[in-house]
């Protein structure tokens, strides 16, 4: 399938990004000529997965579909039980409502937007227990996914277990800039959870991808295949929430995955709530179907090079031109550092936020703020989260674009750099209440 691009003139974009409030969420597809807003959903689907979605069976319960997913989430990554949902965030939303009280705190490895908003609204605190060097954009540690097991112990000690219905553990920590966590790090954490009785639930969105880097940099793992590392960190888990729009290649869909048959009861019931019956969860029976088929795609050996291969080729471009990108190159985007780009842009002016704006003026290359804007508010004071990571997440979708798509990115980037002298910030003047990032407008300054 090939689709038509829109070439654009630099005062046409100008226009688009003015009247989209300076905000690359709200531009109009057609007006983006290379799309690394998100790998989320945008990943090209296989002959094989189409092939599948002709196969739909429709039937409102217990469609075939459901059962070949409920087979490729068992074999692939050993979960017994398995609910369906829409996608990512609405396994969230459930599992959230179901294990947290109020006032429990979830640890985790950095936040992530929809994962910790989930947090908050079923009466939950996050309290991150990532190390250190993840919120370092220049710290080159292979496992910036990492727990800090100290940080977390000391942290237990002092809310109480009972406090604590869960550790949200990422792989391929999303906000580090796609940071894996290393096997023996979870072992640790095992070790750790297993002292207190606290159980892992695992977002295993990019599951393969931090795999991936497990096989590439830890020691003695070097022999062991993709998928035998996923169902390794898997095993180690008590049950996770999945964005299947991601590893899993397809367009929509999601899950949670359990070991626990009381809580798999609890989910399956409050899923026929707010997503659809258990066996379909939101979704078509063709979605299952390619999920199901995607789920093995993504545990290829060879996909997986080619995948993080790709983001390491631009990587390295962008290095090559001096531009300041967080290390070492994550699995699913490069990030920029705006703070280093643009040291002269206050983190009250949103220099991520204006960063992605210009590159999208200068190119029509959609990139997306991870900074200030996406970090909201402290619910407390009110007053912005302001976090050490000030980035902006150039996202290649899977299967999708080539190395000459990647040039033109970086030569875009390399030119904005060049005059990054030039660029002021913005100012905030619409912000919705919640997740705010995907819908705030902004103002040149
Ligand atoms: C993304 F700007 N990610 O990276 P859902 N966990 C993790 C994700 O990466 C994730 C979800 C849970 C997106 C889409 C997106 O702040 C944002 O299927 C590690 O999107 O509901 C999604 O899964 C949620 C973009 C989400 C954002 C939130 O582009």
Same mark, same amino acid.
């Given at each position: 399938?090939?689709?038509?691009?829109?070439?654009?003139t630099?005062?046409?974009?100008?226009?688009?990004?003015?009247?989209a409030?300076?905000?690359?969420? *709200?531009?109009?597809?057609?007006?983006?000529?290379?799309?690394?807003?998100?790998?989320s959903?945008?990943?090209?689907?296989?002959?094989?997965?189409?092939?599948?979605?002709?196969?739909?069976?429709?039937?409102?319960?217990?469609?075939?579909?459901?059962?070949h997913?409920?087979?490729?989430?068992?074999?692939h990554? +050993?979960?017994?039980?398995?609910?369906?949902?829409?996608?990512?965030?609405?396994?969230?939303?459930?599992?959230? $409502?179901?294990?947290?009280?109020?006032?429990?705190?979830?640890? +985790?490895?950095?936040?992530?937007?929809?994962?910790?908003?989930?947090?908050?609204l079923?009466?939950?605190?996050?309290?991150?227990?990532?190390?250190?060097?993840?919120h370092?954009?220049?710290?080159?540690?292979?496992?910036?996914g990492?727990?800090?097991?100290?940080k977390?112990?000391?942290f237990?000690?002092?809310? +109480?277990?009972?406090?604590?219905?869960y550790?949200?553990?990422?792989?391929?920590?999303?906000?580090?800039?796609?940071?894996?966590?290393?096997?023996? $790090?979870?072992?640790?954490?095992?070790?750790?959870?297993? @002292?207190? &009785?606290?159980?892992?639930?695992?977002?295993?969105?990019r599951v393969?991808?931090?795999?991936?880097?497990?096989?590439?940099?830890?020691?003695?793992?070097?022999?062991?295949?993709?998928?035998?590392?996923v169902?390794?960190i898997?095993?180690?888990?008590?049950?996770?929430?999945?964005? =299947?729009?991601?590893?899993?290649?397809?367009?929509?869909?999601?899950?949670?995955?359990?070991?626990?048959?009381?809580?798999?009861?609890?989910?399956?019931?409050?899923?026929?709530?707010? /997503?659809?019956?258990?066996?379909?969860?939101? *979704?078509?029976?063709?979605?299952?179907?390619?999920?199901?088929?995607?789920?093995a795609?993504? *545990?290829?050996?060879?996909?997986?090079?080619a995948?993080?291969?790709?983001?390491?080729?631009?990587?390295?471009?962008?290095?090559?031109? +001096?531009?300041?990108?967080?290390?070492?190159?994550?699995?699913?985007?490069?990030?920029?550092?705006?703070? =280093?780009f643009?040291?002269?842009?206050?983190?009250?002016?949103?220099?991520?936020?204006?960063?992605?704006?210009?590159?999208?003026?200068?190119?029509?290359?959609?990139?997306?703020?991870? &900074?200030?804007?996406?970090?909201?508010?402290? @619910?407390?004071?009110?007053?912005?989260?302001?976090?050490?990571?000030? *980035?902006?997440?150039?996202?290649?979708?899977r299967?999708?674009?080539?190395?000459?798509?990647?040039?033109?990115?970086? /030569?875009?980037?390399?030119?904005?750099?060049?005059?990054?002298?030039?660029?002021? &910030?913005? @100012?905030?003047?619409?912000?919705?209440?919640?997740?705010?990032?995907?819908?705030?407008?902004?103002?040149?300054?």
């Amino acid at each position: 399938m090939v689709e038509h691009v829109q070439v654009t003139t630099e005062d046409y974009r100008k226009r688009a990004i003015e009247e989209a409030g300076y905000n690359t969420f *709200l531009l109009k597809s057609r007006d983006v000529y290379i799309d690394l807003l998100t790998d989320s959903g945008t990943s090209a689907m296989s002959d094989r997965q189409w092939a599948g979605m002709m196969l739909g069976d429709e039937s409102y319960a217990g469609s075939e579909n459901f059962y070949h997913l409920e087979d490729a989430v068992k074999r692939h990554y +050993g979960y017994p039980f398995l609910v369906p949902t829409h996608q990512g965030r609405g396994a969230e939303h459930i599992l959230s $409502n179901i294990l947290i009280k109020e006032g429990d705190y979830v640890p +985790g490895n950095m936040y992530f937007t929809t994962t910790k908003l989930h947090q908050e609204l079923a009466g939950g605190q996050f309290f991150d227990a990532i190390i250190d060097e993840a919120h370092d954009p220049m710290n080159e540690h292979p496992f910036k996914g990492n727990f800090n097991i100290e940080k977390l112990d000391a942290f237990i000690n002092k809310v +109480g277990a009972d406090k604590i219905p869960y550790v949200s553990m990422a792989t391929t920590v999303n906000m580090a800039g796609g940071q894996p966590i290393s096997l023996q $790090n979870l072992k640790d954490l095992r070790a750790l959870t297993d @002292k207190y &009785g606290i159980k892992i639930i695992h977002d295993m969105t990019r599951v393969a991808e931090n795999a991936y880097f497990i096989q590439q940099r830890e020691e003695g793992q070097q022999n062991k295949s993709v998928a035998a590392i996923v169902r390794e960190i898997c095993d180690l888990t008590d049950g996770a929430t999945m964005s =299947a729009k991601k590893d899993a290649l397809v367009n929509i869909g999601g899950f949670i995955a359990l070991r626990d048959e009381g809580i798999y009861n609890q989910v399956r019931n409050m899923v026929v709530v707010y /997503e659809g019956l258990h066996t379909y969860g939101g *979704l078509a029976g063709r979605d299952l179907e390619a999920m199901a088929i995607g789920i093995a795609e993504s *545990l290829d050996d060879f996909h997986i090079q080619a995948r993080v291969g790709q983001v390491i080729y631009l990587g390295e471009k962008l290095i090559e031109y +001096g531009v300041p990108i967080v290390k070492p190159i994550g699995s699913h985007g490069i990030f920029l550092n705006a703070r =280093a780009f643009l040291p002269h842009v206050s983190q009250d002016k949103f220099p991520a936020q204006t960063l992605a704006a210009e590159i999208y003026t200068n190119s029509g290359v959609r990139t997306m703020e991870r &900074g200030v804007v996406s970090a909201g508010r402290n @619910k407390e004071t009110g007053e912005h989260n302001y976090p050490k990571l000030e *980035l902006v997440r150039l996202t290649i979708p899977r299967r999708v674009y080539t190395q000459a798509h990647m040039d033109v990115v970086a /030569e875009s980037v390399a030119h904005v750099y060049e005059k990054r002298n030039e660029i002021k &910030g913005l @100012k905030m003047v619409y912000e919705p209440e919640y997740l705010r990032f995907f819908q705030a407008k902004f103002e040149v300054l």
